[in-house]
């Protein structure tokens, strides 16, 4: 019997198909690579694990859905994720599907298995959930109140991560500072992690400002904790701040950012910013603009505002025209990318350590892209290549730029 899993939006939903994968797997399985793509081979199965953050979300969601519908011979369809929770009647009414799967259904088909990730990282999932319920977001509702896996239940998961060859770990939630058991908190999950023994390093996928405190800061001072963190900020503009239902100002988030660079100074800080808020207007977004240009993030996620259903923002409209939100997003796309471009160059001549990818190229710890040179000066082919299968092997890299190309030489 043979599967596909096609898997839309974030890295928790990543992590739940890996640990979806890891069942198949047990159970003799066979599963086909590939994540977001219809397959070209015949399959009995198609899991399709479904986003709904945003409509473009939901549109690459369904399409995924129609097309392996059509699919001849048609394998069995099983659509699930955030999406099937939301519009689960809706989904269920297209020809062709034949199980929808609500989030409590999926948690419940994946407790207690291991990831089997197809990537040279491992993600790891820790926590699910949240109750900030901001203004926009609907994948709350989706997902509901926080849980979190019990320290003891990370840690097996990670050691048999780490037995399986995998040297970077990325701890991954939908509101991963409000990782809790009991009493103890994210900052004891990763000081019981960094306990455990081989090499390996740790990366944190994105976490929310306001979950970040001083004890936290201390511990990601560990040289085996990524230096690579994003914070998602949303605006610039305390008013929308505010009205997004945000939990910190523009002055704590200046404040984080300063601390966790003194922490870790080679820091790759990024965050993600939404244009076209309702209220935004041209001097709110110059307020965000402004606020961007003083601070030192090195790059920026920029999406355009989507209304979500039975989201409280979602009663105001969507006031921004659609070209000045195209406008507005451009010019932060600019930004970011002169701003990526002016972090890159500050390696430029320096070591660091990276995790190796396919297709001879590599991630380091603080998240720049590398082009692995062999010693010829040309990247490796594919029978040469470093890469054994999907599994990453850290490595020492001297980093040049050729181009406006990083490249790196295995040292």
């Known amino acids: 019997m043979t599967a596909a899993i096609l898997t839309v939006g974030c890295r928790l939903n990543q992590a739940e198909s890996d640990c979806l994968r890891g069942g198949l797997i047990a159970q003799g399985i066979k599963v086909l690579s590939g994540e977001c793509r219809i397959p070209i081979e015949v399959v009995d199965v198609i899991y399709i694990n479904t986003c709904t953050v945003t409509s473009n979300a939901d549109r690459t969601s369904l399409m995924l859905v129609r097309e392996a519908s059509r699919l001849s011979p048609k394998p069995y369809l099983v659509v699930m994720g955030c999406l099937a929770e939301r519009a689960g009647t809706q989904i269920a009414a297209i020809p062709g599907v034949d199980e929808v799967w609500c989030n409590q259904r999926k948690q419940k088909e994946i407790a207690g298995i291991c990831p089997v990730p197809e990537r040279s990282r491992a993600l790891l999932k820790v926590q699910d959930g949240c109750d900030q319920h901001c203004s926009y977001c609907v994948v709350s509702f989706c997902r509901g109140r926080p849980v979190s896996l019990p320290i003891a239940e990370v840690a097996l998961q990670f050691d048999q991560l780490i037995a399986q060859g995998f040297q970077e770990v990325v701890l991954t939630g939908l509101n991963l500072g409000k ?203 594919s029978r040469q290549s470093p890469v054994l299968g999907p599994k990453g092997e850290l490595v020492k890299l001297r980093i040049e730029l050729r181009d406006e190309e990083l490249i790196g030489w295995k040292i």
């Open 179 to 381: 990782y809790q058991e009991g009493k103890k908190r994210l900052v004891d999950l990763l000081d019981t992690l960094l306990k455990r023994p081989g090499r390996f390093r740790i990366r944190l996928a994105s976490i929310e400002p306001d979950e970040i405190d001083d004890e936290l800061i201390a511990i990601i001072a560990d040289p085996r904790i990524c230096a690579h963190f994003h914070i998602p900020l949303q605006s610039g503009d305390d008013r929308l701040l505010q009205a997004m239902g945000r939990n910190y100002t523009t002055g704590q988030y200046r404040k984080l950012i300063e601390k966790l660079l003194k922490e870790k100074p080679d820091a790759n800080i990024g965050a993600d910013i939404i244009v076209g808020f309702p209220g935004e207007d041209d001097n709110s977004f110059q307020v965000t603009r402004r606020f961007l240009e003083d601070l030192p993030l090195s790059y920026l996620h920029v999406f355009p505002y989507s209304p979500r259903p039975n989201t409280l923002a979602a009663r105001w409209g969507d006031p921004v025209p659609r070209a000045v939100k195209k406008a507005r997003v451009s010019q932060l796309r600019l930004f970011s990318q002169e701003r990526r471009r002016a972090y890159q160059r500050r390696f430029v001549g320096t070591v660091r350590e990276a995790i190796l990818e396919p297709k001879d190229r590599a991630l380091t710890d603080n998240y720049l892209r590398i082009s692995v040179m062999n010693g010829i000066g040309k990247t490796t082919d």
